[in-house]
């Protein structure tokens, strides 16, 4: 039976206003005209999802204090409802509205996976409290300035506060008012899908408020926050100093990559570009990668100056601070080797022309210079390499306090009958997978075996988004990457990648734990979106390694530790 629209109703929450609905009818998936992926390396040719006839609900949350921004929402109510309610988290520091009638993550899912909204779930969302097209430095001539909208709301207490804590629960809130006005009942279980920052946000909900999410999906969480953009800043100092000397090319690049290969991607039986086993890797590479320091001068493609091995060691090594946060963390773990012609590129970057602000510039200036600049000095005029967190004790000390989301004490999440799923993927070089592994430990010191309520899985070979490190239209006709990287018959298609994880949890919530695996797989872009190969996720600490003789079959692989 179709709902009646909700209109525009005065909500118990006072500062909440509703501020349009509006009846969606429904409508089929949009894909490419030939069923090529969206963009090369994509999984997928569907461009927007097919949805269900639902009915959008958008407003507002007022804000308190003069020039904070509202907390804008999104309430997706299918006309056929499942009963049930999830809510999506952001992502970097936010500041758009996101789009709940979407997938959980546009990375790892096929196209033929069905999407929240798709499965009959109300689905709600946030912009956090800032929209960045707001910001007056949203439209500057200057391309410095225009940079900065996407973090000058760091300097606004509230509009700080929306973002580290308080809009998440505050938009909760008006979800679960309006659904059940709408369906006239309560939902019957609320589950947390988020990356990224997303991740993060679904980590403060089960530490912060155990009783409201009855199951939560979070990949690659940026929990050590403070460590994190800490890590930015310092990598961002070891690429620039003495005129950008640490710098790195396209070729420079493919060197790492080549030797991170050869130096550990057989260990795993399957030689297919991918270091699947990926702690014991970390040692018998650095030592490769120290062997390359020039000798005789800078050559190109062929070794690393001291200045490029120290941005080496800027990414790959643990960034102490020399104090602890008040989260009781004092460091921020390295990252893993492997995946570096895709996601350290994005990191460091491979033109060193490209400055701050201009178009393509990478992950070490956008977060390490915006952080620097907004949130740690709070001096928009700041020189971000004059910014250095080792003597910023008191600051990181209040940033700690706002954003790490690591309390390993989970007892009122797991006493709630909660559900907690991680995922960590290994070539992630916006955040560290480390992190998350981290984090397992503490919590099993704290709470001893969590397996009942927590299962940490990790994705080798897979990025920030949990796509896979190797584009399938780049690899030549013997399979060689274009860095020289060999792949196989496993990774051809590229990495296996696609879970479908939102089932995964909604059978845990319904009392079906997941196994010691699940299985992933890289999918034929256009429909019906057939598995081209496939590989087990593993539960941390294990890793799959491949005892049969077909790498493109998840049976052919044993996860172990």
Request: glycine share 10%; aromatic share 8%; charged share 20%.
């Amino acid at each position: 039976m179709r709902k009646q629209l909700i209109g525009t109703p005065k909500m118990q929450r006072e500062d909440a206003t509703i501020t349009t609905a509006e009846l969606v009818e429904a409508s089929d998936a949009r894909t490419t005209p030939d069923g090529s992926a969206v963009e090369p390396g994509a999984t997928s040719s569907v461009v927007a999802p097919a949805k269900p006839q639902f009915c959008q609900v958008t407003g507002t949350i007022a804000a308190s204090t003069k020039g904070a921004q509202p907390i804008t929402f999104q309430v997706n109510l299918p006309t056929e409802w499942n009963g049930s309610a999830a809510q999506f988290g952001g992502g970097g520091f936010n500041g758009s509205l996101i789009d709940a009638t979407g997938y959980i993550s546009i990375d790892t899912n096929a196209g033929s996976t069905r999407t929240p909204l798709m499965r009959g779930y109300a689905t709600l969302s946030t912009d956090s409290g800032h929209l960045t097209s707001k910001s007056p430095r949203a439209t500057s001539s200057d391309p410095v300035e225009r940079a900065g909208a996407r973090f000058d709301f760091a300097l606004n207490d509230e509009m700080w506060r929306n973002f580290s804590t308080d809009a998440y629960r505050k938009v909760k809130d008006v979800g679960d008012q309006v659904t059940r006005r709408y369906y006239q009942r309560p939902p019957r279980t609320w589950l947390w899908f988020g990356g990224s920052e997303g991740g993060r946000e679904g980590l403060l909900m089960a530490q912060q408020h155990p009783k409201e999410f009855d199951g939560i999906f979070v990949r690659n969480p940026v929990i050590g926050w403070a460590g994190l953009f800490s890590n930015f800043i310092n990598t961002l100092h070891a690429v620039e100093r003495d005129d950008k000397a640490g710098a790195f090319t396209s070729t420079d690049i493919a060197l790492l990559a080549r030797t991170s290969a050869a130096a550990c991607d057989s260990r795993d039986g399957s030689p297919d570009g991918v270091l699947s086993d990926y702690q014991s890797c970390q040692e018998p590479v650095r030592a490769a990668v120290d062997r390359l320091e020039c000798q005789d001068g800078p050559q190109p493609g062929t070794c690393l100056t001291k200045a490029q091995l120290r941005v080496v060691d800027a990414v790959y090594e643990p960034y102490k601070l020399g104090y602890t946060l008040p989260s009781g963390l004092s460091s921020y773990p390295g990252f893993f080797f492997g995946g570096e012609e895709w996601s350290l590129k994005d990191k460091i970057g491979t033109d060193p022309s490209i400055d701050y602000g201009e178009a393509g510039y990478p992950n070490y200036l956008y977060y390490g210079a915006g952080a620097a600049k907004f949130v740690f000095a709070q001096d928009p005029d700041v020189d971000p390499l004059t910014v250095d967190p080792q003597q910023m004790q008191d600051r990181l000390s209040q940033i700690s306090r706002d954003m790490d989301t690591v309390e390993p004490d989970l007892s009122a999440f797991r006493n709630h009958g909660g559900k907690l799923i991680v995922l960590e993927c290994t070539n992630d070089y916006a955040q560290s997978a480390r992190m998350g592994m981290d984090y397992h430990g503490s919590m099993t010191a704290t709470m001893g075996p969590v397996d009942d309520f927590f299962k940490l899985y990790v994705s080798p070979g897979t990025d920030h988004g949990c796509g896979g490190s190797i584009n399938p239209s780049t690899l030549d006709e013997d399979g060689l990457t274009p860095g020289g990287v060999q792949t196989n018959a496993g990774t051809t298609h590229g990495v296996p990648r696609n879970v479908d994880w939102a089932t995964v949890l909604e059978d845990w919530t319904a009392g079906t734990a997941p196994g010691h695996s699940v299985t992933a797989t890289a999918n034929d872009p256009a429909a019906p979106f057939a598995a081209l190969a496939s590989k087990p996720v593993c539960a941390y600490p294990a890793h799959p390694q491949l005892t049969g003789s077909d790498p493109t079959r998840s049976d052919s692989y044993s996860c172990v530790e």
